[in-house]
């Protein structure tokens, strides 16, 4: 039974592959030759020791329930990467990985010390510098990039690791960081770094100083305003041509993965610094191509009433259920608006269960996902509008809430190849066909 099911799944993997990059290439030829393309990754977790880390760990490239080992880890960043090179040939571009390189520390028995998270951190950025000296990554800060859980006051911190963050902005050993950067990043973790093709500035925003997770509403105050003076002051002073990305760790406004899986509202960032933050960057709103954030493992949109929305990226990390993933930009180079945001994933279980190295061949278009022209902001406030008045899109959303990752191959009916993905017995491969048959 094992080796027909091992058999099965082999075709299918291999079906898909012959599928996904000549079908992608087809699809979104057009696209990608008037495109910048950039890459986006989140979440990684590395787990420091595996085995003692995670007791459901089974093995080389971790397994659904744990955070990434090192050679998961390595697999994504470097088809990313691959990725990027295929898809450009040559052409200049950047990553922005939206935070969190070590794993969920919990262990009793383990703490969150400095030279930890310092060297976990270290760990992971090799790992894109090895890949490709001549692409920044631009990194924001996660809450598990922390010695301390949501504690405000790292100025002791800060300065460990400024050359780690510096050092991954840099294109073939010279820092594309902006001239404030020593002085922002040390009181605050936060920086902007100047993208030269396209010319972009991309806002790193630490969002410890925004989240609804900290309790000392007083002090974040104090930090949240500090961080946002400098928003407001560095968007005053940027170049007529500059365009601008904001990035960070948790997202803002309500999320439509929680509102639809949970049936909560949850918004991510005190409601002050949130409705301060809209009111700064509303003036410059045609110049803001997009904000991207981490956090919540999985790929879909937060809104702040109608003047902002927030992409938030899947993670390479399988801990919470989702398949490992990241994700490529296009950006159109004419005018400057984001056209698309594909999504890249694995299916962990299978190419586990095939004792071979995963490829990261399954994708799947937002724009196409939505029904929309593209990513603007525009767009975007249509499609909540649409997904607020049809009864179709908020099963749909629930539907791809609980798969992580949406999936239009036509080899074989997503729900099938989830559920045959996680369940090996009858029994329960026919009750998890079920929770999809009810919604």
């Avoid at 801990?319 to 694995?346: E, R, W």
Wanted: with cysteine; net charge neutral; proline share 4%.
């Amino acid at each position: 039974m094992r080796v027909m099911i091992q058999c099965i799944a082999m075709v299918v993997l291999l079906i898909d592959t012959l599928n996904s990059l000549p079908q992608f290439q087809r699809t979104f030829s057009e696209q990608i030759r008037r495109s910048s393309v950039f890459g986006l990754i989140s979440d990684v977790h590395l787990l420091a020791e595996p085995k003692a880390d995670c007791s459901k760990y089974s093995g080389t490239y971790s397994n659904v329930g744990c955070d990434s080992d090192v050679e998961l880890a390595e697999t994504a960043i470097d088809s990313l990467y691959n990725r990027l090179a295929t898809v450009k040939q040559g052409e200049a571009s950047f990553i922005l990985y939206l935070g969190d390189s070590s794993w969920h520390f919990r262990r009793t028995n383990v703490t969150k010390d400095t030279a930890t998270i310092y060297n976990l951190t270290r760990a992971v950025f090799e790992k894109f510098q090895n890949k490709s000296p001549g692409t920044p990554v631009i990194v924001a800060l996660g809450n598990n990039d922390f010695p301390i859980k949501y504690h405000l006051d790292m100025s002791e911190f800060y300065p460990i690791v400024i050359d780690l963050y510096r050092d991954m902005a840099s294109v073939d050993g010279v820092s594309q960081v902006a001239d404030d950067f020593k002085s922002t990043f040390s009181r605050g973790g936060y920086f902007s770094v100047k993208v030269q093709t396209p010319k972009v500035r991309v806002f790193s925003l630490n969002t410890l100083y925004f989240t609804t997770s900290v309790k000392n509403t007083t002090s974040q105050k104090v930090y949240g305003d500090e961080q946002l003076e400098w928003v407001e002051e560095t968007l005053a002073s940027l170049d007529d041509d500059e365009r601008v990305i904001f990035i960070g760790h948790h997202p803002p406004g309500i999320s439509l993965f929680y509102l639809f899986k949970y049936a909560m509202s949850v918004g991510q960032w005190s409601p002050p610094l949130l409705h301060r933050f809209i009111n700064i960057t509303t003036n410059y709103q045609s110049r803001i191509i997009s904000n991207f954030f981490g956090h919540c493992h999985a790929d879909f949109l937060n809104f702040a009433k109608d003047q902002m929305v927030a992409m938030t990226s899947p993670s390479v990390s399988p801990i919470y259920g989702g398949q490992p993933s990241y994700q490529l930009a296009l950006l159109d180079k004419s005018s400057m608006v984001l056209n698309d945001l594909i999504t890249f994933h694995t299916w962990l279980d299978y190419y586990k269960r095939l004792n071979v190295t995963p490829k990261f061949d399954s994708y799947s278009s937002l724009r196409l996902t939505l029904n929309t022209k593209d990513l603007s902001l525009e767009s975007m406030i249509n499609f909540k509008d649409r997904l607020l008045l049809e009864d179709t899109l908020p099963v749909h959303t629930l539907l791809k809430t609980r798969m992580y990752q949406a999936r239009f191959s036509p080899v074989i009916n997503p729900h099938v190849f989830y559920c045959f993905t996680v369940n090996l017995e009858r029994a329960a491969f026919m009750k998890c066909l079920e929770k999809f048959r009810s919604v």
